[in-house]
């Protein structure tokens, strides 16, 4: 697949060097010369230094003849126009970030296939996050119907030492299963012979609402948040808050800016401002932030977001979520004292990808700490698994699937599990074998 990137910003960047590494073929159109000599170095793709809203610049990147356009510029109105602008050149899907809702009806009359805000789902998954406080990843199938949870392994949780072939003698049912380990950065798909260690960051998928064996095993709970900090006045925290209001959870913001707290308070006024250091221990203290579920660090500043969340998990915050800009951080924080990164880049990706992928895909899930993603795929009448036995199928070892939906059922498979036509698998895959999944679909 040809596929133009128009913004080498950290969401274009990390889509070109995500899908040149699968293979893609990929064109970078950046404005900034110094950062399009950057991402020339770093990435092997084609990169363009021009205008991405400029009908010449498109044209020399070839959009007449690419399958796909993707901008993310900083910019919603250079991304509109690009988009635009590319449809006159030919018939590719177009894919523009916009977040003010004032371009995104404009944006949509223009054709665009798909719009994307990275801060708005961003903070969506932060809200659904924290109905399940304590773990790092809660992801929604078949509208909420299954789930696809992360979380650390703490000394104490029964699992630690067992192999997953143990660990299934011991379950009572199977409404749920480990479907991934993350350890030192390296993503292990889960086998029989994969033990838990302290630490680990496990994923699993679990039927809604089943889950409670599930918790038990591996140390974590399900106690929805009540009361959270966030830190910062940021568009992220407005949106975030707004959500937690919503849900009907006490909701706090820190910033030193006053302007900032104002604006929001004038927004939401069942928020409550403070005026104040973030990262100051006697200030958190003071506010009665030590009493708080969790504390969402959401400034535009990394090193002040891992502060604050270190400050906020010494004082007795049980729960901590940093927001990173830098992907390579998300990797190295997530369970060293803080709970869970989070990456507005890496949640625009999982939209993003659902239009690269091939076959009958429905939505794809990237992780903020692994590589690897969940991929809804569709069997279809031609699928060369359709009627098979689960256990009979030649899967790679680099993926596995955690769950299936049926029409109105849903349900994590099991060996003698019969695929269907229509049925939709939820796949956990490496990306050396992500091109297999697409090939599920028929």
Known sequence: MRIVVIGAGTIGSHLAERLS????????????????????????????????????TLAEAGVGRSDLVIAVSSSDAVNVLAAHAAGALGP???????????????????????????????????????????????????????????GFISSDAPVVGLTLAELR?????????????????????????????????VLFMVET?????????????????EKVAILGATRLAERTAAGLIENGIHTLIVDENIDRVQRIAAKLPEVIGVVGDPTDPKLLHAEGIDTSDAVLALTGWDE????????????????????????????????????????????????????VRKGKVHSVVTFQDSDAEAIEVEIGANSSVAGKLLRDIRLPRDLIVGGVIRGEKVFVPRGETRIEVQDRLIVIALPQVVHEVEQLSG
């Open 92 to 150: 590719a899907r177009r894919i523009a970030r916009v977040a003010d809702p004032q371009l995104r009806d404009e944006a949509l009359a223009l054709g665009v296939d798909l719009l994307i805000d990275p801060i708005e789902a961003t903070a969506d998954s932060l809200v659904l996050l924290l109905s399940q406080r304590g773990v790092s990843e809660l992801i929604e199938f078949a509208d909420g119907r299954l789930d696809l949870i992360g």
């Open 21 to 56: 590494d699968e293979g893609q073929d990929v064109v970078v159109i950046e404005l900034d010369a110094t950062r399009a000599e950057e991402v020339q170095a770093e990435v092997d793709c084609l990169v363009i230094n021009g205008n991405g809203a400029s009908h010449d």
């Open 304 to 355: 002040v977001n891992i502060l604050g969340c270190l400050v906020a998990k010494a004082i007795g915050v049980p729960t901590a979520v940093a927001r990173m800009a830098r992907h390579d951080l998300v990797r190295l924080i997530a369970g060293i004292g803080i709970d869970a990164g989070v990456s507005a880049r890496l949640t625009a990706a999982s939209e993003i990808l659902r239009f």
């Open 169 to 201: 003698d011991e379950v009572s049912g199977w409404t749920w299963i480990v479907v991934a380990v993350i350890r030192d950065g390296e993503t292990i798909i889960a086998r029989g012979s994969t033990q838990i260690r302290v630490g680990d960051h």
């Open 209 to 225: 609402g089943r889950g409670e064996e599930a918790y038990k095993w591996l140390g974590l709970h399900e106690d929805p948040a």
